[in-house]
């Protein structure tokens, strides 16, 4: 039996793009004399839909891409994901469903039974779990369709009380297929591997495996579908951030045996692999809205020179505009070392003087302020300045502001709020400083793009004479520890204090991560590329008391 | 049995806080000899602690309040909300539960089954549902304890596929308790008697029901707790946005048979609960946060005179500051209403002219701009600059600012970000334009405390001449509507149509919903009043094509 993996990047409720994308997929898969053809997850609307599932119409029109599909499955077999409706009168209304199409017929649903509903997943918020199990019957095999999470409860200690798997494999199933919308993080793709070989050397029978390729806002999904063998072996392996097509006889599989697995991702290093996150990310939020050109402020710092290279290799170097805005805080090297960069990368720039602007705002001030001293108060004037300056040329010309905050800085509130945290996508907020140095240096690899004094000065938001981020934060390679521990680790005080830190060093930055939360409430959607990103998957109260 | 309800204003995460509330509490109803006492959901960590659950720390701290408060249970018994470690190896790691703590001991803990994961509701990400069923044996009595939610299923098409008290009422209990944190909106407090009712009837047995109180930055609790006999009438009735503590003798209230309910609220009109939430919402606010001071622009519309006379009910005129900003394009009349409003309520006011720095940023921004025609951005920048002016006056003073947007123009994206839109709290981002006018005529309702120019002049942004709402958005007589039959009913485009509005109209308006998608997620968190507020509540991609 052939089977063809449609790695494809859908766009949430664009049906009619989606529909054509399916469409062209399997005619191609028809052309190449696929038995069956397997998409992703909510391939049909885009994952995920979140709640536009609350409406009737949304659903209905995943309905009508079902129905115009199946039009073609005259010789071929279509699996794919949708939501679909649940007619019991008990229960949530939904599934999340895998249809099996053929004949120009939907021959079965199987919904899906376990639903993710922790950091970025909200799935029990839609859908009914399912509890009945069925065997697909194709072409002398006998599927066990699953979808996701279903394969992910397979050891132990798993949240959920059942395993599909467990069930399904009492009925005889000769191949796992898994539609998947699984989303990218530095860590997740060895994860993923892990649990689906367990999976396969469990029940000992081969897998095809179809995930999610590209971005939705800050879900950043990676592809990396592949087929094992009932070895264990990975035979095929598509694909990483870019859409994909194989087409894989499932049949002749078994006698690969080789503990070479042709895995490419692993050869790639956690921060190439955050790169080519985020300029996907980047990418696709450009595309799926309609945009092309972005602008941002180029202080002459790692961050924000960071920034403007993934923007430049996303977006191509006549769409980004680079804004200088100097103040009197601002260093020589700071304007130079910007300027070297949008020169090296080719990228146009301007110069903007904030000084009076910043005056005026002091001037019209003083009645009120009454001369009293100058404070953090006239360091935020000077970053909502450049903010107000950044929205003014994206509101002009149709520029999308891109922010620049790190996940260091938005962690302890060291940022200012409608100031430096504007913007319409945070590219770099899920990237500790210590990370943000790394992918400075793995840009750099073979020649230097970022200045090297952009790398090596101290980190200063210049907002006043001779200010550095080391005056009021401790050293980012303890801060980023003691963060990591608490943000990504969910350690307690206790637990991070006995791992060797300082205890008022912990209780003070604890105390400033949850004291910021408001902050990070405001924040632009932030592209996830941790396993625990602000946003979405971290959800914290504004108004509490706890470790404050 | 005398029972003790114990309504309290809990702080998320403040045990120690929570913890003396609590004990005072039980003291108090030790002296009034009662025989138990009853404290609402999740207690003793305040509701909703969100991700905090996922630390250790944070569950230890619950569990060492609840030992703390066992000492005092020598002669009365306690039941109290507390998260609870699940000791089996599979499932998620906590429960939802109520603990029934006596003679020093935690005599039995039962746990939530039925887990809202919906709307504001993220449960099901926390806990893991229960499929056990005890009774509680005390004094004689069988107590059916349940857990907010666990009521809720009563109905046939349920969204979830068990009922927990049928299967209590197997085991023959006399009574119920229920304990909740069970979130205000304008028709909740009458949906919540139906359903309690509804219980009563079914089951025959009288029941108790616990409800927190209390702001949680945008979630507001408004208690209620109450106690209905096996008739279906409620004996007693706790206070509305306020703590409130009741005795009852639960043996003696079967006699009252009444078509009179002593309840308060349903002769309260929709605007007035309106009206005591956001009063409510913004002190709890201040007070959980430590702050005591708010400022806010004063333009002589009616949203921010409806923001002023709130934040003067619930913080004291003493602690709010009105800031005027007038610009060339200001009408007389907004600056003499502002200033009437301001000297009515007593309320310190400051003008600050924005002209200044508006000027300077255009000047700045000219070599880019170019000569461009004026258009919207230089509107924005009139927005952002008042914007910039408040939080420097937030900055220096450590005034809190105050949003007001109202939910019609969020809804439409008819607003600047990082200009009008700055705030810590936003007000009445839940309230349509056309309530806030009813609220103004409330709050006027037997004085003209808000002057009457202010209710009765067309709706104006003032950023360009003559500029009025009625040239960029229908009347809000019909756009508050089809925003209402979208966001609060879920109704689609063509079910829209269908009930009699114009199709352009109709499409060009959910289109704007949609489409503005990425303004709200950069809004402060909105005082939560209606069924559907934008927020947590309202969970939607920004990068979609659905009906834009």
């Known amino acids: 039996m052939n089977v063809a993996l449609a790695q494809i990047n859908y766009h949430i409720g664009n049906f009619s793009d989606n529909c054509k994308k399916i469409k062209d997929a399997i005619e191609k898969a028809k052309e190449k004399k696929a038995d069956l053809i397997v998409f992703s997850e909510l391939a049909v609307c885009g994952y995920p839909p979140r709640d536009f599932l ?7 029109k995943s309905y009508n891409v079902l129905y115009d599909i199946s039009e073609l499955t005259d010789n071929i077999a279509v699996i794919i ?21 053929h004949e120009k017929e939907i021959k079965q649903i199987v919904n899906k039974t376990l639903l993710p509903t922790y950091d970025i997943f909200d799935e029990y918020r839609y859908f009914e779990p399912n509890d009945e199990f069925n065997i697909i019957d194709f072409k002398g095999h006998r599927i066990a369709l699953t979808i996701c999470e279903d394969l992910w409860n397979i050891f132990e200690d798993g949240i959920y009380k059942i395993n599909p798997m467990d069930e399904l494999s009492k009925l005889n199933p000769d191949l796992i297929i898994n539609i998947s919308a699984s989303p990218f993080s530095y860590i997740h793709d060895s994860e993923r591997e892990r649990i689906l070989v ?11 495996y179809v995930n999610h390729i590209g971005a939705q806002t800050e879900m950043l999904f990676d592809g990396g579908s592949m087929v094992i063998n009932s070895k264990g072996v990975i035979v095929e392996e598509l694909d990483y951030f870019k859409e994909d097509f194989r087409i894989c006889n499932i049949d002749n599989i078994s006698s690969f045996f080789s503990h070479h697995s042709p895995s490419t991702i692993k050869k790639v290093s956690k921060i190439e692999k955050i790169h080519d ?5 980047l990418r696709n939020y450009f595309e799926k809205q309609g945009f092309k050109k972005a602008v941002l402020g180029l202080s002459g710092g790692i961050d924000s020179a960071v920034v403007l290279v993934l923007a430049e290799r996303a977006l191509g170097k006549e769409n980004v505009l680079a804004v200088l805005m100097p103040s009197k805080y601002s260093s020589d090297h700071s304007v130079s070392d910007a300027i070297q960069l949008a020169e090296n990368l080719g990228v146009k720039y301007e110069t903007l003087n904030i000084q009076d602007v910043v005056d005026t705002f002091e001037n019209t001030l003083q009645p009120v302020f009454n001369n009293l001293p100058h404070n953090v108060t ?7 300045t450049r ?3 950044l929205m003014g040329l994206s509101n002009k010309f149709g520029y999308i502001l891109l922010n620049t905050s790190n996940k260091s800085e938005l962690a302890v509130g060291y940022g200012t709020l409608y100031g430096d945290m504007c913007g319409g996508l945070s590219v770099i907020g899920d990237v500790y400083k210590s990370e943000v140095f790394e992918l400075a240096n793995f840009i750099n690899k073979d020649e230097e793009i970022i200045p090297l004094n ?3 000065k101290p980190p200063s938001a210049e907002l006043r004479p001779d200010q550095k981020d080391s005056d009021s934060l401790p050293d980012y390679s303890i801060l980023d520890k003691i963060l990591y521990e608490y943000i990504e680790l969910h350690q307690g005080p206790r637990e991070i204090i006995n791992s060797g830190y300082e205890e008022t060093l912990v209780k003070r930055i604890l105390k400033l991560v949850n004291t910021n939360e408001y902050k990070r409430y405001q924040t632009p959607p932030i592209l996830r590329v941790s396993p625990k990103a602000f946003g979405m998957g971290r959800r914290l109260p504004i108004v509490a008391k706890y470790l404050s």
Do not use: C
């Not at 996150?277 to 990310?281: E, I, N, R, T, Y």
């Open 378 to 384: 006239e360091e935020n004037i000077q970053a909502r």
């Open 454 to 456: 952009t790398i090596i």
């Open 198 to 208: 367990a999976n396969v050397k469990k029940y000992k029978i081969p897998l095809v």
């Open 54 to 60: 609350d409406f009737t119409d949304f659903i209905d």
């Open 387 to 389: 903010g107000v300056l």
């Open 81 to 101: 994901g949708s939501p679909s409706y649940n007619k019991k009168v008990k229960g949530k209304h939904l599934f999340n469903s895998a249809f099996f199409i």
């Open 277 to 281: 996150a985020l300029v996907m990310g």
